[in-house]
């Protein structure tokens, strides 16, 4: 559907708050940190939510506190009334309390926030050219396990934040081929893997991820007790010619492939297909940009494109279908099933041409 053109008038604020965005972000974070939002809220039917008794409350200079407050008013996240009380908007509210929102926050801000700074590098040398900001890496997969705490909490949050959900959906799926054998392939921090091996007692399970992650995935799952059912395959997909193992009955990989170009992509599905035989399925699950029902979930994932253009690895991003169908396809495998995966995931599952 095509939007409805603003005024010029209209069209200069929006110009504006693209010119301080980075104002109101930091805003944003600063009350949120502070717990001024928090403070609002729970005391804002009072109406004596003041500059002054929140400065005393919070233990904050009028100065800072009330700087803060006034982009925060102009940016519509509080209300200031005539007593000179503050009150949220709906937009601070959410700022506050909805969770994807805190998740989206922490991401941009600890994990993001100053690499930003090199995208326009990132995208003429074609490189993750904010990742120096973390640390001295080729990628930030190689880095994951070394990046200060904060920080990797907060990778690790948004990536589960959008993958967990659909597990139990999903498990439902793998278990109608009742694989004896999993190759879950960038098994992250092993939780999906936890999950099959809660679910069967007969699985095994084969991690297959870099050395840093692998490591990780296969501690938890020893502290949960399934060590003996579980092993891990060290496995560098931007090497020449990687190669998986044999012997899979499925194959698994959730919001793995959109880390990777293209030809990567092409190159990491033809060695699966070496692998397996014609009976693998080969469970694809991601979410796609053009099957998303709000434009907001859309939105969300082409920010995370910038992610990956400037801090994962320069060259990947979030596909629409079209592109993965086609992929697929030349990397020698047929798509047999189509599912729709909670609000935003799909699942493909294929098999060997």
């Not at 949220?88 to 994990?111: E, H």
């Not at 099959?196 to 995935?217: N, Y």
Request: hydrophobic share 40%; with cysteine; aromatic share 12%.
């Amino acid at each position: 559907m095509t939007k409805k053109p603003i005024r010029a008038i209209e069209a200069l604020q929006e110009a504006q708050k693209i010119a301080f965005a980075p104002f109101v972000f930091q805003t944003a974070v600063s009350l949120r940190n502070l717990g001024v939002f928090e403070y609002i809220f729970k005391h804002q039917n009072s109406g004596k939510v003041t500059l002054q008794s929140m400065a005393e409350v919070l233990s904050l200079s009028e100065y800072g506190l009330g700087v803060l407050l006034e982009m925060a008013e102009s940016s519509e996240l509080v209300v200031k009334n005539e007593s000179g009380g503050f009150s949220l908007t709906k937009t601070g509210y959410f700022l506050t309390y909805d969770p994807t929102v805190n998740v989206n926050i922490n991401f941009t801000q600890d994990v993001n926030y100053k690499g930003l700074f090199h995208l326009e590098e990132a995208i003429t040398t074609g490189k993750p050219s904010g990742l120096k900001e973390l640390g001295k890496w080729e990628t930030v997969y190689e880095g994951l396990s070394q990046l200060p705490k904060h920080i990797q909490k907060s990778w690790f949050e948004f990536d589960h934040h959008y993958s967990d959900p659909i597990f139990n959906e999903a498990l439902q799926i793998v278990f109608e081929y009742k694989p004896n054998h999993i190759f879950d392939i960038g098994g992250n921090t092993g939780k999906f893997a936890l999950q099959c091996l809660k679910q069967s007692e007969d699985t095994q399970i084969t991690i297959v991820d870099l050395p840093g992650q692998l490591h990780k995935a296969l501690s938890n799952i020893a502290d949960a007790g399934f060590k003996q059912r579980v092993s891990g395959y060290e496995m560098d997909w931007l090497a020449a010619n990687p190669s998986l193992p044999k012997g899979a009955d499925l194959v698994w990989m959730s919001q793995f492939l959109d880390c990777f170009s293209e030809e990567e992509i092409i190159k990491i599905l033809k060695s699966c297909v070496a692998s397996i035989d014609n009976k693998t399925p080969v469970l694809i699950t991601e979410t796609f940009t053009d099957r998303q029902k709000f434009d907001n979930a859309k939105f969300v994932l082409e920010a995370t494109s910038l992610y990956f253009t400037v801090m994962a690895n320069g060259n990947s991003k979030m596909y629409p279908s079209t592109v993965f169908e086609t992929l697929i396809d030349k990397a020698g495998l047929k798509i047999d099933r189509d599912i729709k995966l909670g609000e935003f995931h799909t699942m493909l599952v294929c098999f060997k041409k």
